[in-house]
């Protein structure tokens, strides 16, 4: 049984910065995938970036260009570096590890963190 768990989360103004960490045990960052998801309100989870097992990173078209998915293999965390917040990135930030398939589908991921809040005011 792989842990995650995240850190981070936040209210800021539109514009704004945070950075989100996951730490994860040894077993999940044996993981052949490791991303970050977010769920807003009424809204199916989607992915925001995500690391293959060989460390390159894909992102959603809606957060290119703003964040960042960085990890340290030296502590095994996971980030996500968020910058020009938008209204729209408020949500659920959930950090996953999955060991094989598809690294952007959710459904490909079996360990899940709890999750943290981002909320963004306009």
């Known amino acids: 049984q792989a842990q995650l768990m995240e850190s981070g989360g936040g209210s800021v103004q539109e514009g704004g910065s945070l950075r989100l960490s996951c730490a994860a045990d040894?077993?999940?960052?044996?993981?052949?995938?490791m991303g970050w998801f977010r769920q807003a309100p009424g809204k199916e989870r989607e992915e925001v970036a995500a690391?293959?097992?060989?460390?390159?990173?894909t992102y959603a078209d809606s957060v290119k260009g703003r964040f960042t998915i960085s990890q340290d293999n030296a502590k095994k965390m996971l980030y996500l570096q968020m910058n020009g917040l938008k209204p729209e990135d408020t949500a659920t930030y959930y950090c996953?590890?999955?060991?094989?398939?598809?690294?952007?589908?959710?459904?490909?991921?079996?360990?899940w963190g709890q999750g943290t809040q981002v909320t963004i005011s306009s």
């Open positions: 040894s077993y999940a960052y044996t993981s052949y995938c």
């Open positions: 996953a590890a999955a060991f094989g398939g598809n690294c952007n589908d959710p459904d490909e991921y079996r360990y």
């Open positions: 690391l293959d097992a060989n460390s390159r990173p």
